[in-house]
């Protein structure tokens, strides 16, 4: 166990699987108590049980992040019994079934705004206030490479990562002189559940994802959650508004 986040508190939300799973054990491998939130509960109670039983700290909630009491009640159990939060991770996301923009129907549209964009919104409308009262803090939402230009037939989820980034980059600047800094990731293709149900679909997408990074294969969870501990740390502390692509060298071809 590392100690840079010893007496840290850590929320992380989509914390039940893949980025967001890697990402709390980091966190708790460096001694920070990590707040485990994700809607499923049995996955989100074993990856909070499995950081108690490597001797780290943390506490599941269920939180689903398109009801605002949910996340109000997850950051007030980050400050009433750990008495403060220091970082956050938000991270739950959706993706939908491809298909081109004029076959896109609005209830899709509306739901996977609902929790990629007004999730992360509301994460940080209560989050910053408990940040704002130490003059500290650091967050970090999850964007997408489909966030920083096209993506074909996932238009609705591009147009969803776009958001995040200019809620990212907007609220950075806003609360700059209080000690808050705000920084997005950007990942390409990750190997974890949401890109396995879409590979499922079509088996050709396992090939051409590898083949779409020049490094030739897909990125790793752990390869994630490093980028978000770093924007965390004092490391980066002049590192504020960025959205980060962490893809592979996929954005540079
Ligand atoms: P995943 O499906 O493996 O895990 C997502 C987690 O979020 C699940 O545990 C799920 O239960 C939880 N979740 C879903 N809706 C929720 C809600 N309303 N409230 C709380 N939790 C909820 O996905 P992942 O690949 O780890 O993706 C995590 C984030 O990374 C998402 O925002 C996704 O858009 C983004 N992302 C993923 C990839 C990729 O290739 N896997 C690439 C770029 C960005």
């Known amino acids: 166990m590392g100690q840079k986040f010893e007496n840290r508190v850590a929320i992380v939300t989509g914390a039940a699987a893949g980025i967001g799973k890697s990402t709390a054990l980091a966190f708790a491998e460096q001694g920070a108590t990590v707040i485990v939130a994700d809607i499923d509960e049995k996955a989100g109670e074993a990856v909070a049980g499995q950081i108690v039983e490597l001797g780290g700290k943390a506490q599941f909630i269920r939180c689903d992040v398109t009801k605002d009491a949910d996340v109000e009640a997850m950051v007030a159990l980050a400050v009433n019994d750990y008495g403060r939060l220091d970082?956050?991770?938000?991270?739950?996301?959706?993706?939908?079934?491809?298909?081109?923009?004029?076959?896109?129907?609005?209830?899709?549209?509306?739901?996977?705004?609902?929790?990629?964009?007004?999730?992360?919104?509301?994460?940080?409308?209560?989050?910053?206030?408990?940040?704002?009262?130490?003059?500290?803090?650091?967050?970090?939402?999850?964007?997408?490479?489909?966030?920083?230009?096209?993506?074909?037939?996932?238009?609705?989820?591009?147009?969803?990562?776009?958001?995040?980034?200019?809620?990212?980059?907007?609220?950075?600047?806003?609360?700059a002189k209080k000690g808050i800094r705000v920084n997005a990731v950007c990942p390409a293709v990750i190997d974890t559940d949401m890109f396995r149900r879409a590979a499922e679909s079509d088996p050709r997408k396992a090939e051409y994802a590898a083949a779409m990074h020049p490094v030739g294969r897909l990125g790793k969870p752990e390869e994630i959650a490093g980028a978000v501990l770093y924007l965390c740390s004092d490391e980066a502390a002049f590192t504020t508004g960025v959205a980060l692509p962490l893809d592979g060298g996929a954005t540079s071809v």
């Not at 939908?96 to 705004?113: C, Q």
């Not at 910053?128 to 003059?135: G, Q």
């Open 87 to 175: 970082f956050a991770f938000n991270n739950a996301g959706i993706e939908i079934e491809h298909s081109k923009l004029a076959e896109g129907n609005e209830s899709e549209f509306d739901r996977i705004m609902d929790v990629n964009v007004k999730g992360v919104w509301r994460c940080m409308k209560h989050q910053i206030p408990v940040m704002l009262a130490r003059d500290e803090g650091a967050i970090v939402n999850t964007a997408s490479i489909a966030g920083l230009g096209a993506a074909p037939k996932m238009s609705i989820y591009s147009a969803s990562k776009h958001a995040v980034i200019g809620l990212t980059k907007s609220a950075a600047v806003e609360y």
